[in-house]
């Protein structure tokens, strides 16, 4: 069974420094990873995928993720945070056929003034 | 705006009711998806369309149905509604399997 992890609820970052959203996957096969933002009230909103290729991907809003097959992680990335990317993100996977994927829990992004 | 949309946006109705949520997936898009989102259990898969066929299915209860149209919209059926139910439902549509784009979502609150 795959599982996707995002071990911090809530990440705190100052506007204009570098963020990072944590997570990690199991799942058998090639994963296919996924990150996504929700802001209050919306439905969520793709950001970047990984599929195949180069380690590191990049999105919309800045915003980029690195695929690190030894360490099975997938976090997402931002040089210089704003406070309008406050917002909880999703970290997703699918694999070995199956297009159903499998959310984290989510992490809740707080950047202040 | 994601292309998708779900009708209605917030909905307020009684245990043991019955309520039907629409959807209509991005142009092109074939596949249908349903989801809930609450505090407690996060968002959880319940069905998946493809081209007017059951697909997938997840945490679905035997209390929701769901079909699709052959004009690819999706409606989610909920009967018997209870307290616990109350949560945002939505939708999503995906080219090839892969991304998914979600619709606003409707609010769904059993009193």
């Given at each position: 069974?795959?599982?996707?992890?995002?071990?911090?609820?809530?990440?705190?970052?100052?506007?204009?420094?570098?963020?990072?959203?944590?997570?990690?996957?199991?799942?058998?096969?090639?994963?296919?990873?996924?990150?996504?933002?929700?802001?209050?009230?919306?439905?969520?909103?793709?950001?970047?995928?990984?599929?195949?290729?180069?380690?590191?991907?990049?999105?919309?809003?800045?915003?980029?993720?690195?695929?690190?097959?030894?360490?099975?992680?997938?976090?997402?990335?931002?040089?210089?945070?704003?406070?309008?990317?406050?917002?909880?993100?999703?970290?997703?996977?699918?694999?070995?056929?199956?297009?159903?994927?499998?959310?984290g829990r989510g992490t809740s992004l707080i950047v202040h003034p | 705006d994601s292309?998708?949309?779900?009708?209605?946006?917030?909905?307020?109705?009684?245990?043991?009711?019955?309520?039907?949520?629409?959807?209509?997936?991005?142009?092109?898009?074939?596949?249908?998806?349903?989801?809930?989102?609450?505090?407690?259990?996060?968002?959880?898969?319940?069905?998946?369309?493809?081209?007017?066929?059951?697909?997938?299915?997840?945490?679905?209860?035997?209390?929701?149905?769901?079909?699709?149209?052959?004009?690819?919209?999706?409606?989610?059926?909920?009967?018997?509604?209870?307290?616990?139910?109350?949560?945002?439902?939505?939708?999503?549509?995906?080219?090839?399997?892969?991304?998914?784009?979600?619709?606003?979502?409707?609010?769904?609150?059993?009193?």
């Amino acid at each position: 069974a795959q599982s996707v992890a995002q071990p911090e609820d809530q990440v705190n970052v100052a506007e204009g420094n570098p963020l990072t959203v944590k997570c990690t996957y199991s799942v058998s096969g090639n994963p296919y990873l996924f990150w996504y933002v929700q802001y209050p009230n919306r439905g969520l909103q793709f950001l970047l995928k990984y599929i195949t290729g180069d380690n590191l991907v990049k999105g919309s809003y800045g915003f980029e993720a690195e695929f690190n097959k030894s360490q099975t992680s997938f976090h997402l990335k931002k040089p210089s945070a704003l406070v309008s990317d406050s917002a909880l993100y999703f970290c997703a996977s699918t694999s070995g056929g199956s297009y159903i994927p499998t959310f984290g829990r989510g992490t809740s992004l707080i950047v202040h003034p | 705006d994601s292309g998708v949309t779900q009708t209605p946006k917030h909905l307020i109705t009684a245990t043991g009711q019955r309520v039907t949520l629409r959807c209509s997936p991005r142009s092109g898009d074939l596949s249908v998806y349903w989801y809930q989102q609450s505090l407690d259990q996060g968002l959880q898969f319940l069905i998946q369309y493809y081209n007017g066929e059951e697909r997938a299915k997840g945490n679905i209860l035997e209390r929701f149905s769901a079909q699709q149209f052959p004009d690819l919209h999706s409606e989610l059926n909920l009967s018997s509604l209870e307290l616990g139910d109350s949560a945002l439902y939505f939708c999503a549509s995906s080219p090839r399997g892969n991304e998914q784009y979600f619709g606003p979502g409707t609010r769904l609150t059993v009193t």
